[in-house]
């Protein structure tokens, strides 16, 4: 682009012309920037900043107090069994949602990318949980997976009778600091509504990346006498590596956040086994009055998405740049 | 282009099984809603209503009317402000980028990703102070605030590809920067503000976070009063079934009718776009 | 074409937004002139919210120019309400008046944040103080300053029990552990679940636990535990926990996917023989479920509470700072008038606070317990926020959550105790 500008030469003798307007235009691209970039800097990095100032506060009553209590509240919250299974569960929820969603996504992509007929018709059958609410799939999936409701109706004749996500079971688990150590069979529950509502995400993520494969890579790979499984695994799959990466992220991201979906469809559940951060967070900073132990956890929460979000932001925007 | 090794009878297969799953909860949810209370046992989930009864509805709808209202006087006007904030931001991030404009970008892209529980409680806070807290007025500005960040990535992602000559001709032709973004900009935008709108709807309309701690009773959105509905009472399911589907048809009837711009959006959200 | 019509479907969009943006802002002022009431509770329940519409249409009866509005907040046992109020406190924003437990839930918490007006007066102006038991009024008092008028009583310590099951086994309502323990091996030997729980809302199984505490020591060191002056680690405690564990291995399987009235609904059909509940069940039983007291389900006090109360009150205050504070007095008054408590709680399914009330409005339930009431040694709740403050139910709760899955009564009494630094 810089070439052809210069290159142009209407251009340099409107150089001097433009220079005048330039003044107002940009006062003008500023007062244009200028609102949103002031509220993002009060809304988010001036209330982070708050809210890691309270974190360290003495605020655990309905009266505020911010008397400096260094990191007694992390301190509190890392020892507490709730924070501690919160933890683990969103460890697990978040490995268990991104390792379907990714399976989930790309298997429907490539089975849709095989010149099927009623391929819209399937598409935009799996796309359309994601303009539901959690709150909605919540509500749902709660009487489905309900224990002696729904879906346990029809596996009775298999006479298998899962507890979903009132089991307590910690699969593989071991003690570690005060809770066991393992994945909560409760949240393969979670799991599954969580899948259900975002694969057409990743589908669509998918879809795009195939099509975005032009056919002559397909076609040079067949000449060479790959079997259409080898394309697929050794041509098009490393290409869609970027979108994995993307798909990961942004699941990741969700998961690690969650909370009106567990809020609707579980809550903290028997012995906290579908317990998140989000949900304790909402419950002990606007039930229990804990200010700042619910500002501790908010901060752990957002250091946690940061982990991911701050080198992918980076990578990405340098990348077009 | 066929998988040899899966024969497309095989492939159907799947999908349909995959749909399935993906119907299943539809399907309960409808017939749920259609049944009267005392069909709702647990051995007759899965069947049919013997009589179509509508009373579910129409008790649902009068719970949820004045929430379904709310949300329509916060999702509309939201929507159009982000949408006009992110178009601002995104016209000036693309086509007159100076020296930083990139890592302030970056700086507010970021904002879409925090969980806003780290914002929550300064939030409400400020909003007692001016005199927003429990409005509709301060869920607005909250969306609009919030959703800076993504209005301003869809639409830089949309500008970037509108070529600098155009921009450059109609400044030959003596328009100014306000002038470009009239002429230029905004018609050539139309269906990137229908991306936009049709996501930032979505959204606010889903928001459950925001709407229930920041406003209450006569104030909240439809959602809250949805997760209400399983409130203090016994839980009638024909109702809250009904609510539910009540509460998703605007979004459901967006994403049908303007599904395309809706994928759009979704990837659109991924930063790359 | 197409760029036409997206064109008119966004001036149809703004246009919208004009719209109602002008009816925000007119939503946004209250009514002209007179400040509404807004009372604000949390009942929505079906007999609850019959209750407060008949006494709200009671007050509009008697003040016609006064405008009255129900702000209930729906969800959670009261949680979210709390939390909503909260939230109105602390942004000064009061309702006129709020439901509030008498107890610790109201005088530690606005009381303590000097956000209640004082009502002696209102107490001496009606003539109320012999009017309600001493023990209620000392309750809603703190310094001997008055902040509340009750308005209904409940109990909490009321064992349910489906009467069809019970004869047809030849079994007798257990009034000490030990024959809840015999009735319960007897149930489990048929094949009933003995006692039903749905503790979804970890309340319900703090609930269970307070009536054991209360059984196994007593009213007076019952009321010792929140003082301090009993530690919560004190051997009786750990003999509550170990009568709690071994009674959890009594309750149906699925109970932390149900609520109360999941439960409830259990002794209702027979599955289940037994819950402890508080006595809005009966509301339950009889509006809901359709069921006749003393017929398809009986009740007693909870293993050896006999002649002890857990009282739980539903309470209403003035708080500071309002314009119309001589309106919401007047409120009050309908409130704490026998007309106003006798048309209120026969609905709700709780007895009178007062002990003057027209006892033919009652049930046989509500005579029974009206009269017990009278005799009776109240103790405060826990589970509803009366005996301690907020913060310590809050972590009782999170601790009786574990302790309900894991059964670990060292880990369980630990809790507890380091819970017990809230109680100050």
Known sequence: ?321 | MVLRSISKPLIYVLLIAVSIFFLMPIYVLIITSLKPLEEITLSNMWKLPSVLDMSSYSEAFSKLAPNLMNSFYLVIPATILSAMLGAMSGYVLSKWKFKGSEILFTLMLFGMFIPYQSILIPLIQFLREVGLYNTILGLILVHVVYGIPIATLMFRNFYVNIPDEMIESAQIDGANFLGVFRHIMIPLSISGFVVVAIWQFTNIWNEFLFAVTITTSDQQPVMVALQNLSGSQIVQWNVQMAGALLAALPTLIVYILLGKYFVKGLLAGSVKG | MKKKLILTFLVVFSLILSACSSDTSSTGEKGDGKEKLDIFSWWTGAGEEDGLKALIALFEEKYPDIPIENAAVAGGAGTNAKAVLTSRMQGNDPPATFQVHGGSELNDSWVAADKMENLNDLYKEEDWNDKFPKELIDLVSKDGKIYSVPVNIHRSNVLWYNKKVFDENGLKAPTTFSEFFEVADALKAKGITPLALGDKEPWTATHLFETILLGVLGPVDYGKVWTGDIALDDAKVVEAAETFKKMLTYVNEDHSSRNWQDASQLVGNGEAAMNVMGDWAKGYFVNDLKLAVNEDFGYIATPETDGDFIVITDTFGLPKGLKNADDVKKFLGVLGSVEGQDVFNPLKGSIPARIDSDLSKYDQYGKDTIEEFKTANLAPSLAHGSAAPEGFVTKVNQAVNIFVTQGDVDQFIGSLKSAGSELK
């Open chain 1, 1 to 321: 682009m810089e070439l052809v500008k210069q290159n142009n030469p209407q251009k340099v003798v409107r150089a001097t012309k433009r220079k005048k307007k330039l003044s107002t235009d940009h006062m003008m691209a500023l007062a244009f920037l200028l609102p949103s970039f002031i509220l993002i800097v009060i809304f988010v990095y001036g209330f982070i900043g708050w809210t890691g100032y309270v974190s360290l506060s003495n605020w655990n009553s309905l009266v505020p107090d911010f008397s400096f209590v260094g990191l007694k509240n992390y301190l509190y919250l890392f020892g507490d069994f709730r924070f501690q299974a919160d933890l683990r569960n969103t460890l697990f929820f978040t490995i268990l949602f991104i390792g379907l969603v990714i399976i989930f996504g790309l298997t429907l992509a490539i089975l849709l990318d095989q010149k099927i007929k009623g391929e819209s018709v399937f598409r935009n059958l799996f796309f359309f949980p994601m303009a539901l609410s959690f709150v909605v799939t919540g509500v749902v999936w709660q009487w489905l997976l309900n224990p002696s409701t729904g879906v346990n109706l029809f596996l009775k004749t298999f006479g298998i009778q899962p507890k979903w996500y009132t089991d307590t079971t910690i699969l593989a688990g071991f003690k570690w600091g005060q809770i066991e150590f393992g994945l909560p069979v409760a949240m393969i529950a979670v799991g599954i509504a969580a899948v259900w509502q975002m694969t057409g995400f990743s589908l669509a993520m998918y879809i795009a990346g195939l099509r975005g494969i032009p056919d002559e890579t397909r076609e040079a790979a067949r000449m060479d006498g790959a079997t259409e499984l080898q394309i697929y695994w050794k041509v098009i799959l490393p290409q869609l590596r970027p979108i994995t990466v993307s798909v990961i992220i942004i699941m990741a991201h969700i998961s690690l956040k969650i909370f009106d979906l567990i809020y609707s469809m579980t809550g903290p559940g028997a012995n906290f086994v579908t317990d998140v951060p989000g949900v304790y967070m909402f419950e002990t900073t606007f039930r229990g009055n804990y200010y700042a132990n619910g500002a501790a956890i908010a901060i752990i929460m957002l250091l946690s998405v940061a982990i991911f979000m701050v080198p992918y932001l980076i990578r990405s925007r340098k990348g077009e740049a």
